[in-house]
């Protein structure tokens, strides 16, 4: 099975732009979750959605958004980007809930933003 | 409050040779599941190990197990004989019925020495 894939991997925005990140889950997998992760703060949970509806959210600002597709593919917006959003976006998907006990979620290779 | 700590921002190993990755939790809630990531310099997470709170044995996966102690509340990570392809960096996580998602440690890096 091909893993979790995630376009584009590196990026280049400046302040006040804004940017769509996507993912495709593993095939069969419902559940995809997304985490920034930074230096400073370490990986920080963003949203997860299931089944086309957003199921959790993480302590982020409007400006970060997602949706995800009747295929299961995801995707991420931020807008009004701004320096702090320099991060890692990891996209991770899972079979069921990623709230499930021992449900295992298997991550993408990560989207790489740099904000100038 | 879910939390998790890992004290060694870095570890140094010769390659041969096993190291234990150390892992705290707090958690209150006696249903959690705790996870071991790998994240080379490339960047992807990839998934090593779990460990259920009620499972009854450590878990292990090849050259990796968990040393879990419940009453500590501690779920160290083994790796045996040691790899040049072993340094990364390795998270913590944890899930428990509570939180509707995964919390991660800091992370400890792991240098292996040829």
């Known amino acids: 099975k091909a893993g979790v894939t995630q376009t584009p991997r590196y990026l280049i925005k400046t302040r006040g732009q804004q940017v769509t990140l996507s993912c495709s889950p593993i095939?069969?997998?419902?559940?995809v979750s997304w985490y920034q992760q930074t230096p400073g703060q370490g990986l920080q949970f963003l949203f997860e959605?299931?089944?086309?509806?957003?199921?959790n959210k993480g302590n982020f600002p409007g400006r970060f958004s997602g949706r995800q597709f009747s295929n299961s593919r995801s995707e991420m917006n931020v807008s009004t980007l701004e320096l702090g959003d320099s991060a890692l976006y990891l996209c991770?998907?899972?079979?069921?809930?990623?709230?499930?006990?021992?449900?295992?979620?298997?991550f993408g290779p990560g989207t790489r933003l740099l904000v100038l | 409050a879910q939390k998790i700590t890992q004290t060694q921002p870095g570890m140094f190993v010769q390659e041969k040779e096993a190291v234990t990755l150390d892992c705290t939790y707090d958690?209150?809630?006696?249903?959690?599941?705790l996870f071991w990531y790998k994240q080379p310099s490339s960047g992807e997470m990839i998934f090593l190990i779990y460990?259920?709170?009620?499972?009854?044995q450590n878990a292990t996966e090849g050259r990796y197990s968990l040393n879990f102690q419940k009453a500590r509340k501690s779920a160290n990570l083994v790796i045996s004989a040691s790899q040049l392809g072993d340094s990364a960096m390795y998270f913590c996580?944890?899930?428990?019925?509570?939180?509707?998602?995964?919390?991660f440690g800091a992370g400890t890096r792991l240098f292996v020495k040829a």
């Open positions: 991770a998907s899972s079979l069921r809930l990623a709230g499930v006990i021992g449900e295992t979620q298997y």
């Open positions: 095939s069969g997998h419902r559940s």
């Open positions: 958690t209150s809630d006696p249903s959690y599941g």
């Open positions: 959605y299931f089944s086309e509806t957003q199921r």
């Open positions: 460990q259920g709170s009620y499972d009854q």
């Open positions: 996580a944890m899930r428990d019925t509570g939180g509707f998602k995964t919390i």
